[in-house]
């Protein structure tokens, strides 16, 4: 397909979204799909255009209502920022006002990527927001997710909050049986804090 068609398939398909909500979740999934597909210049080029994203974010709004819908649209939405490196104002906006979510789902895909957005760093609440992701299920790969944030902050995390996170890490090795690279990496984490704190 070359890149012209490529395009107006894809903006097709959002024009319809936008249009027929009664085929919103078919639409959806295959913007999903073509987000996840292998990446190639046709879709780089078009996903790592901030409009397009905000085209979506703009639609999803018309259907949190609809829970399966939303999930698809945090997945995708998720995926094009990720994958495209696309990190606006609204998709920070549109993903934080759903991650208290009582969908567990759309909750974990939130917190993988809200913590990473530049826009986080200025949360009032980020520390008890991060405090909460390892208790969204499923637990495993939240502990992931954690683990992950942690270490990209590993220089900012509050003194009086290493010992907790220390406690949380450490608990969960204890539990889990983890793969030894695994169990290393969180290891390495809870070092680095141990030596760090001050005495």
Partial sequence: ?????????????????????????????????????????????????????EKLIEIAYKYETDEKILELFVRTLVMISER??????????????????????????????????????NYENKWVYILSIPKIPPKKDSMRIFRLVIKQRIDEVPDDLKEEVINIMRKFIDKENLVEDTHNLFLDIIEQLNNSKKN
């Fill in 84 to 121: 495209f490196k696309v990190n606006t104002q609204s998709l920070y906006s549109f993903l934080m006002r759903h991650a208290g979510s009582k969908n567990k789902w759309i909750k974990f895909v939130v917190a993988s990527r809200v913590a990473f957005l530049p826009q986080f760093d």
């Fill in 1 to 53: 397909m070359s890149k012209v068609n490529y395009e107006v398939e894809i903006l097709r398909i959002i024009k319809d979204l936008e249009a027929l909500p009664e085929n919103a979740l078919s639409l959806v999934k295959k913007v999903y799909k073509e987000t996840c597909a292998e990446i190639g210049v046709d879709s780089i080029t078009f996903f790592s255009n901030p409009a397009v994203l």
